[in-house]
């Protein structure tokens, strides 16, 4: 068993938790209905296609790891080229999404739901950030042919952190967005 | 324990990624659908819980790899849904 692979599971079982805590607090504020949610200014149908991207970002990043897997320098630099493309997708959606919040008078500090919702959707995107620098990473280091199949534990790494990400986006998208 | 399972091909990986689309989908219009009810929250949640399944399962290996990693993982979820179950019922 590799150490890297018990670094990064130990690390997201941490993220699980930093999480867990940042969505039971909304839960407790938003859902508990302490605070009123302004759907009028939530767009459900760009955020389901920013969530269809991360979806399709994650398939990105396995057909990666296949292509690593079978020896296919190109496939690796293909999809994880594309896999950036699609987290830089999603970020740029999240940018909108703010955008329009903040023209609606929805910031961070003007209300209690504000403040629920731009810390956790907030630091999710930090988190797609973090991966997509990661991930470029990766590729330039993928450009020396230094991954192969008897080397694709770093792709194997990179993905778990990249679809624990996808992951707690499919929780929050039903927890902000359709709850 | 490494499990002797073969990791999933090509084909497999898309298989998964139109059950998550399509799940995606229908969690949209279930959540127009539906009108305020425990049933919509219970569908929701399943939902997408079952889509964080199939990542975990598929894309992050976990239905091929050592059970340690799983259990790695499910120990901090078990701790999610308590403090959930906490706050729901404080």
């Known amino acids: 068993m590799d150490n890297r692979k018990i670094g990064v599971w130990l690390f997201i079982a941490s993220e699980v938790i930093f999480f867990a805590g940042l969505i039971s607090a909304y839960l407790l504020y938003v859902q508990g209905g302490r605070v009123e949610k302004p759907v009028h200014a939530m767009s459900v149908p760009l955020v389901g296609l920013n969530t ?3 979806i399709v970002s994650s398939l990105m990043m396995v057909l990666a790891f296949a292509s690593v897997q079978r020896g296919s320098q190109r496939g690796l630099r293909l999809f994880l080229f594309l896999t950036m493309v699609f987290g830089l997708l999603f970020l740029g959606g999240q940018a909108y999404e703010f955008a329009t919040l903040f023209r609606e008078g929805i910031t961070p500090t003007t209300s209690l739901f504000g403040t629920a919702f731009f810390t ?12 997509v620098l990661w991930i470029l990473a990766v590729l330039i280091k993928s450009l020396s042919g230094r991954y192969s ?8 790494v990179v993905g778990l952190y990249w679809h624990f990400v996808d992951i707690v986006w499919i929780m929050l998208f039903t927890i902000i967005y359709l709850l | 324990m490494e499990t002797s399972h073969t990791p999933p091909k090509t084909l497999h990986y898309i298989g998964i990624f139109v059950a998550l ?10 959540s ?3 009108a305020g009810s425990a049933l919509r929250v219970v569908l929701l949640l399943g939902l997408a819980v079952s889509k964080a399944t ?10 091929y790899d050592s059970r340690m990693f ?12 308590g403090f959930v179950l906490a706050l729901a019922f404080s």
């Open chain 1, 52 to 54: 269809f991207i991360l």
């Open chain 1, 120 to 131: 956790l959707t907030g630091f999710h995107g930090a988190h797609v950030a973090v991966g």
């Open chain 1, 149 to 156: 199949p008897a080397n694709p534990i770093p792709i194997e």
């Open chain 2, 21 to 30: 689309a399509v799940l995606t989908g229908i969690e949209i219009a279930a």
């Open chain 2, 32 to 34: 127009t659908a539906i």
């Open chain 2, 54 to 63: 199939l990542v975990a399962l598929y894309y992050m290996h976990l239905r």
């Open chain 2, 70 to 81: 799983a259990v790695i993982f499910l120990i901090p979820v078990v701790f999610f849904i």
